[in-house]
């Protein structure tokens, strides 16, 4: 381009009739829309406002037990540890302290440069990048989009067991490794298939949306929501997984019933669909033939089933929930994995599927790259929500927060208690899109309470992934809803009045596992 050529670009930016995302407003004059902020710019918002906190709040701190447990009653004023260029030091270098900042064993303080244990999320971050790369290497097989097609393809003939697979499929994906936006993927091929079977749109949406949605708002060992809130929170990703997987069975099947109920009344009579029916809709046939799996697949899916297995099987502490001691010795057999085994297991995984499928050195090593570089956003939400945690560590204001909840939830049974985590991460799940995000910033508050109220930690971790996941069945700022209601063309009023009783029952079984939780611990 010229010196006096124009820039196209920066004539349509500043033209706002030229910008798709502009709205005529009243006066017809063009406005943009409003847009939420991602997680990231969030998180900078909040660690901003946190670190200007910390120049208020008094510092204080609790003694601590042996395992650094704070002690009930021992909360007390300190003077507070910093002067003002330590305080803007730790600002420009909380995202780098969120990553792999050290512990100080004696101070307490946290700086790249200390000596003492790793207090960043250096751990978690390489675990998303190994998740993401596997996931990347098993999706350019083919594999998983065959089975999945093959699955609906086989029972097409059978409407409401075709509709119950999908959703029990997607919730176990769900619950064990995040599946939403892969979830994405799978409009083209369902849509049509329900539609062909007498269904409607929203049946179809309903189907993926609400079965994923469900399966990660019970997350097992989803590594996304329930790993990383285990790892902020200093437990096991297995500790809880025996209320969770409950949880899972019945709000799933729930879940299912309450799709077919509304499937069922569609089929009978098409005039009851809330959505009602596009031209086209009710003379299209369903997909044609779907190729079967190769022997290359059905080794990927294998691998895929046998990586996740083992995953569970590591991180399950077996001796605690067999004989219900918490304390209890592990079995020799135990394997007590953590994130660094995982992110091991996860790339070795990866490998080994890109050895099966013969992608081919050049193929597979950029795979494993363009994985890690797609999961890059949600892992640095990660260190940057650590790094807020960094910033009231530093100034010694974790504590004075954690004094003040407890003095709210001072005198609450421990049933209450967990209702309270649920209710109060509501709002924040909805701040703060991202899930590892929201786990990171609110596990170093939130779970020294149960301490104090009698709980084990892993309720708090499950009470906080029943919150975040129930918002993530219907807030407008999910990419995953939206995305998925426009694919399907399903208006985003009509999901939520479809949703809004299923919400409501949902609401009332998780209120009742957190206090059956509470009451068998």
């Not at 440069?113 to 993401?132: E, H, K, N, Q, T």
């Not at 949605?213 to 902020?232: E, I, K, M, Q």
């Not at 049974?413 to 309270?420: D, G, K, M, V």
Request: charged share 10%; net charge neutral.
């Amino acid at each position: 381009m010229t010196s006096g050529s124009p820039n196209p670009d920066a004539e349509s930016a500043a033209d706002p009739a030229s910008d798709p995302d502009a709205v005529p407003d009243a006066g017809g004059r063009h406005r943009r829309k409003f847009e939420f902020p991602s997680a990231i710019t969030v998180l900078a918002a909040v660690l901003l406002v946190v670190w200007s906190l910390s120049f208020i709040i008094p510092s204080g701190v609790y003694d601590r037990d042996a395992a650094g447990n704070p002690l009930r009653d021992t909360y007390h004023r300190v003077p507070a540890p910093q002067d003002l260029m330590a305080r803007i030091s730790d600002f420009f270098m909380a995202p780098v302290n969120g990553l792999y900042g050290v512990q100080d064993p004696q101070t307490g303080q946290v700086s790249p440069s200390a000596v003492g244990a790793i207090y960043g999320s250096v751990g978690v971050f390489l675990f998303v990048l190994a998740i993401g790369a596997f996931i990347t290497v098993v999706f350019a097989t083919g594999a998983l989009d065959t089975g999945i097609a093959l699955l609906a393809h086989r029972l097409r003939n059978r409407g409401w067991l075709l509709v119950a697979g999908i959703m029990a499929l997607f919730a176990l994906l769900g619950s064990v490794e995040g599946w939403a936006e892969e979830t994405l993927g799978f409009y083209g091929l369902i849509v049509p298939l329900m539609l062909a079977l007498g269904y409607d749109r929203l049946v179809a949406s309903s189907a993926i949306l609400l079965s994923s949605g469900v399966g990660a708002l019970c997350s097992t060992v989803n590594p996304f929501a329930t790993g990383v809130a285990s790892a902020a929170a200093g437990v096991s990703i297995g500790d809880g997984i025996v209320l969770r997987t409950a949880m899972l069975v019945v709000l799933t099947s729930v879940t299912i019933g309450y799709v077919l109920r509304y499937g069922h009344r569609v089929r009978r009579d098409p005039a009851t669909s809330l959505v009602g029916f596009l031209p086209g809709d009710r003379s299209g046939g369903a997909p044609g033939e779907v190729p079967p799996l190769t022997g290359t697949q059905r080794a990927v899916l294998a691998v895929l089933a046998l990586s996740f297995a083992l995953m569970i099987f590591s991180v399950i502490p077996w001796s605690s929930a067999i004989s219900g001691d918490p304390k209890a010795e592990p079995y020799r057999w135990e394997l007590g994995w953590s994130f660094p085994q995982l992110s091991a297991l996860f790339i070795a995984a990866a490998v080994l599927v890109g050895v099966i499928a013969r992608l081919g050195e050049k193929k597979l090593t950029s795979l494993l790259t363009q994985g890690a570089g797609d999961f890059i956003a949600p892992a640095l939400v990660v260190a940057l929500a650590r790094g807020v945690a960094v910033i009231m560590n530093n100034s010694k204001i974790t504590d004075t927060v954690l004094h003040a909840v407890q003095n709210a939830v001072t005198g609450t049974s421990s049933a209450l208690f967990a209702e309270l985590v649920w209710v109060v991460n509501l709002p924040l799940a909805f701040l703060i899109p991202s899930t590892s995000g929201h786990a990171t910033l609110a596990m170093p508050v939130l779970a020294p309470l149960a301490g104090f109220a009698g709980v084990p930690t892993s309720l708090v971790v499950t009470a906080w992934a029943a919150s975040n996941g129930f918002m993530n069945l219907w807030i407008p700022t999910s990419a995953v809803i939206m995305g998925g209601l426009a694919l399907a063309k399903v208006g985003y009023d009509t999901y939520l009045r479809f949703i809004a009783p299923l919400l409501a029952i949902l609401a009332v079984l998780i209120a009742a596992f957190l206090m059956l939780g509470a009451w068998i611990s």
